[in-house]
């Protein structure tokens, strides 16, 4: 893999919040355990992700590193991912008890079902 790849540019990112709002009025939801997904087709092509902890979840120590997993593990899976969408993923208070691997399990669950409608 050329390096670089595997980088979280900010092209792959949503950022604003008119994207955001988007995506979880009119997509199409995908639950795994800790994380809800919500995706939408967009017509641009490029795939794109924006991660949401809220407050609910923990303190600031317990979303950052939630927030972290989940940057790596779409860092590490994004070309397994289908191609012109938007994908906004949201952690569950579990999220804050689940470890690593828990949360790679729930992550794979969402990538599986993403693939499955729409590639």
Do not use: W
């Amino acid at each position: 893999m050329p390096a670089g790849a595997e980088r979280f540019r900010k092209e792959a990112r949503l950022r604003r919040r008119s994207e955001f709002l988007r995506v979880q009025e009119k997509g199409q939801k995908i639950t795994a355990d800790c994380l809800l997904a919500l995706v939408l087709p967009n017509p641009s092509g490029e795939t794109r992700v924006g991660l949401t902890v809220s407050n609910k979840v923990g303190n600031s120590v317990v979303r950052n590193k939630i927030r972290r997993r989940l940057r790596e593990l779409y860092r590490k899976r994004q070309l397994l991912l289908p191609k012109g969408i938007d994908l906004v993923v949201i952690a569950r208070n579990s999220a804050a008890q689940a470890d690593f691997a828990a949360m790679t399990r729930a992550f794979e669950r969402v990538t599986g079902e993403l693939v499955r409608r729409f590639s």
